[in-house]
Nanobody, 124 residues
Framework: QGQLVESGGGLVQAGGSLRLSCVTS????????MGWFRQAPGKERKFVAA????????YYENSVKGRFTISRDNARSTLYLQMSSLKPEDTAVYYC?????????????????WGQGTQVTVSS
């Protein structure tokens, strides 16, 4: 059916960097768009970044543009999110997700497979 497992979260000081990984298994997602979402305590899950199936089309939420980079390695069945210049407001649980189609979207309901999430905490 397909599983997604995130890793790479942790505690980092403001201004620091982290790289999140999302390994997929159970089925191939090389023909699916992929995305990252995050959910802060007491808030709704929100879109962060997305990438199309081939990796040549990406999109970012405004607050992370220029600081985060989404990429994928289909040969390794892995999605990445490189996060730099982290801010306390980036603190959240980060989820990777696979889109139903080859493209991407910012709408969570258009993603059919989700990981369990990884915690990112940025201290000031």
């Amino acid at each position: 059916q397909g599983q997604l497992v995130e890793s790479g979260g942790g505690l980092v000081q403001a201004g620091g960097s982290l790289r999140l990984s999302c390994v997929t298994s159970g089925r191939t997602f090389s023909s699916n768009g992929m995305g990252w979402f995050r959910q802060a305590p007491g808030k709704e899950r929100k879109f962060v970044a997305a990438i199309n199936w081939s990796g040549d089309d990406t999109y970012y939420e405004n607050s992370v543009k220029g600081r985060f980079t989404i990429s994928r390695d289909n040969a390794r069945s892995t999605l990445y999110l490189q996060m730099s210049s982290l801010k306390p407001e980036d603190t959240a649980v980060y989820y990777c997700a696979a889109h139903y189609q080859v493209g991407w979207s910012t709408i969570s309901t258009e993603y059919g497979w989700w990981g369990q999430g990884t915690q990112v905490t940025v201290s000031s």
